[in-house]
């Protein structure tokens, strides 16, 4: 089967940096996705990686090791706007666009 | 540009009713997707639809239906709800038929929330 695992909860203060750790297990794997989510509103896709790596994308940045199933998300400068629920998403051969999310990480900004 | 719009943003329903819901896709998106997200839960996969054809099914019954229209515009139905099917239906849509194939983005709209009774 699939499956993904990402702490539940996280807490950091305005201004510093918070990585949120994601593990997957699932067949034929082709990539992780992040996706921000405000108070049960539209998720927004913040990052995606197909290969090993680390990708920037302003503060935030993803990581990738594909041999160690494993993934995570470095929110750097936290804003208090920062807070919200953060989810990882596989993306797998021959499954027609599907994503497959974790449960969530919601992370609290505190001043 | 609009975005993916939902329609209607809330409802309540009681068991045993039928409902529909209804997506509009970004401009030139040819995919749409649904997704159920239960409250504290990460979105679960429903269906694919592309050019008009389904492409991809989720772990749900036959209770659960879709289509999409050639405008490329969507709808998902329920029958005979549970109160288990109260839950944010979430549309999203891209431009790819394969999301992984591109960059791993889906478009999400507000959602439709329902409240079974």
């Known amino acids: 089967g699939q499956s993904l695992e990402q702490p539940s909860e996280v807490t950091a203060v305005e201004g510093a940096i918070v990585q949120i750790n994601c593990t997957y297990q699932?067949?034929?794997?082709?990539?992780l996705s992040w996706y921000q989510q405000h108070d049960g509103g539209a998720p927004t896709f913040l990052s995606y990686?197909?290969?090993?790596g680390l990708e920037e994308t302003g503060r935030f940045s993803s990581f990738l090791s594909r041999s160690d199933s494993y993934g995570y998300l470095l929110l750097q400068e936290l804003q208090m706007k920062d807070s919200a629920s953060y989810f990882c998403?596989?993306?797998?051969?021959?499954?027609?666009?599907?994503?497959?999310f974790g449960q969530g990480t919601t992370l609290q900004v505190k001043p | 540009d609009a975005g993916v719009t939902q329609s209607p943003t809330h409802l309540i329903k009681t068991r045993g009713q039928h409902v529909t819901l209804r997506c509009s896709p970004i401009s030139g998106h040819k995919s749409v997707s649904w997704y159920q997200q239960v409250l504290g839960q990460g979105p679960q996969f429903i269906f694919q639809?592309?050019?008009?054809?389904?492409?991809g099914r989720g772990n749900f019954p036959d209770r659960f239906s879709a289509r999409q229209f050639p405008n490329y515009s969507s709808e998902l139905n329920v029958n005979a709800l549970l109160l288990g099917d109260s839950a944010l239906y979430l549309c999203a849509s891209s431009s790819r038929f394969q999301t992984g194939a591109n960059t791993g983005e889906l478009f999400f709209g507000e959602g439709s929330r329902l409240t079974v009774l």
């Open positions: 998403a596989v993306s797998s051969y021959g499954n027609t666009g599907k994503l497959i």
């Open positions: 639809y592309y050019e008009k054809e389904e492409r």
């Open positions: 990686n197909a290969l090993d």
């Open positions: 699932t067949s034929g794997f082709y990539g």
